[in-house]
C-alpha cells in the first residue's frame, strides 16, 4: 500500500464530525424581523439595500422594469448576461434584440454591465443571493464594473435562515446542483490598504436592484 493509499485510508476510517450535531433548541436570528409580512419586507429590503449603497429601481410591472433595464444599459451593445429564461422579466430577450444589445464573451473585462437575476434578496440586510450554473455565468456579477439584478418581490426573504430553510425545503437538489452560491451586499469596496477606502476592487461598484412588483 503507498503512502497515499494509507494515509487515505485512514481518513474514510474516522468518523464524520457533522454528523449527529443536535439542534439548536431556540436558535437567535442575525437580524430578528418581528413581522414578515410581504410589504413589511419589501420596504425593509427597500430600506437596508439603500444603507448598503445600492440603487433601487421600483417598478409596477414587467413593462416598466423592461425601460430601466433598458435605460441603464444605454448606448452599450454588449452585456454579460444570465440566459433570458433566468432572469423573471417578460420580454426582456425580444427587447435586447431590438436594441441590438447581444451577450459578449462571460470573460471579457471591457464590457461595463453584467444582468443577472436572483435566487433571493433578503430584507435583514440588503443582500441578494446570487447562484451560478448553466446560464447563469458568475462573471455577470463579478466582472462589469456595473451589476443590474432583477428581483421580483415576491423573491424578498427575511434572512439568510429563511433562504437555507427554503433550500433544504425544497430537498436542497437546486442548492447542490449551483457551482456557487454568492452574497452581494453592495458595490465591491475594501479598506485594506492604509484604511482608504477604494471602491470596485473586488467586483462591481455600482449594483442597481430593478424591483418588479
Not at 451589476?147 to 435562515?161: F, K, L, N, S, Y
Amino acid at each position: 500500500m503507498s503512502s497515499r493509499e494509507s494515509i487515505l485510508k485512514r481518513l474514510r476510517a474516522v468518523e464524520d464530525p457533522a454528523l449527529n450535531i443536535p439542534d439548536i433548541p431556540d436558535p437567535v436570528r442575525v437580524v430578528p424581523m418581528a413581522d414578515t409580512s410581504p410589504a413589511v419586507l419589501r420596504e425593509a429590503f427597500s430600506k437596508t439595500a439603500a444603507r448598503v449603497g445600492v440603487t433601487l429601481w421600483s417598478c409596477a410591472g414587467d413593462a416598466s422594469a423592461l425601460e430601466q433595464v433598458l435605460a441603464l444599459i444605454g448606448d452599450d451593445k454588449q452585456i454579460i448576461a444570465w440566459d433570458a429564461e433566468h432572469i423573471p422579466l417578460e420580454g426582456l430577450a425580444e427587447a435586447l434584440d431590438q436594441r441590438g444589445i447581444t451577450r459578449a464573451d462571460v470573460r471579457d473585462s471591457s464590457v461595463r454591465v453584467g444582468l443577472t437575476g436572483v435566487e433571493a434578496a433578503l430584507a435583514g440586510t440588503g443582500s441578494l443571493v446570487v447562484s451560478s450554473g448553466p446560464g447563469k455565468p458568475r462573471s455577470a456579477s463579478l466582472l462589469p464594473p456595473v451589476h443590474i439584478a432583477v428581483v421580483r418581490t415576491e423573491q424578498i426573504m427575511p434572512d439568510v435562515e429563511a433562504w437555507f430553510a427554503q433550500m433544504a425545503d425544497a430537498g436542497l437538489s437546486h442548492f447542490r446542483q449551483s457551482a456557487n452560491h454568492v452574497f452581494i451586499t453592495g458595490g465591491s469596496r475594501t479598506a485594506d490598504i492604509a484604511q482608504e477606502l477604494i471602491l470596485g476592487a473586488h467586483g462591481p461598484v455600482e449594483v442597481h436592484v430593478v424591483l418588479v412588483g
